[in-house]
């Protein structure tokens, strides 16, 4: 079972985000706070559950948690100030938009820009350790992959329902057919082998 704190002093905020390697869409990003005495023996990190599972995993944290929020960060925003800042700019929206100030942040991965004199810590892997950050990965997850399927009815040819915007070979294929649309991140390159790399 995952655990429910890093400490036991401050108002914890888990973080994370979704849609970092994508070649279309909005980077998203989760703030998840639990009571410190929160458990849960099935959340875990979202590509760990199948869709349904995080569906419903998504309706119990919007009830259980003391306060979420979900932000995102737009192509157009990404292509100005890189992937990496945008993450993070969607982690800072989302802890914006807390009802609850959070006093330390949990961060999925190993690097984060701080937010104001809170204080945080980077955990590598953090959405298979902490149920805050299982959460945020969920929300972040859950409500870009919304997103990606209403956007998809009305941009079939590349696939979206599918892939999410995520750089399959058959969304590859259909923007050297069909060319770019205003969701897709112009500073990604197509054919660049290390978008892999960043799924």
């Known amino acids: 079972m995952l655990l429910s704190r890093y400490q036991d002093v401050f108002v914890e905020a888990g973080c994370d985000e979704a849609g970092r390697g994508c070649?279309?869409?909005p980077v998203f990003a989760a703030a998840v706070i639990f009571a410190g005495n929160f458990r849960h023996d099935i959340l875990n990190d979202s590509?760990?559950?199948s869709a349904s599972q995080r569906h419903a995993l998504r309706g119990m944290?919007?009830?259980e948690a003391l306060a979420f929020a979900v932000a995102s960060v737009s192509p157009q925003e990404i292509d100005r100030i890189n992937i990496h800042n945008a993450s993070y700019l969607a982690m800072h929206r989302a802890l914006d938009m807390l009802t609850l100030k959070a006093e330390f942040i949990l961060v999925d991965g190993n690097r984060f820009i701080p937010y104001h004199q809170v204080p945080h810590c980077c955990v590598v892997k953090g959405d298979g350790k902490y149920l805050s950050i299982a959460a945020a990965s969920i929300l972040?997850?859950?409500?870009?992959?919304e997103y990606m399927e209403n956007?998809?009815?009305?941009?079939?040819?590349?696939?979206?329902?599918?892939?999410?915007?995520?750089p399959t070979?058959?969304?590859r294929n259909a923007?050297?057919?069909?060319?770019?649309t205003p969701h897709?991140?112009?500073?990604?390159?197509?054919?660049d082998p290390q978008l892999k790399l960043l799924v």
């Open 140 to 145: 972040a997850k859950t409500y870009r992959d």
């Open 23 to 25: 070649l279309a869409g």
């Open 151 to 166: 956007l998809a009815d009305e941009f079939p040819v590349y696939g979206w329902h599918q892939n999410k915007g995520y």
């Open 175 to 180: 923007i050297l057919e069909h060319g770019l």
């Open 61 to 63: 944290v919007e009830t």
């Open 47 to 49: 590509k760990q559950l």
């Open 184 to 191: 897709h991140r112009r500073t990604f390159r197509v054919t």
């Open 169 to 171: 070979i058959q969304h």
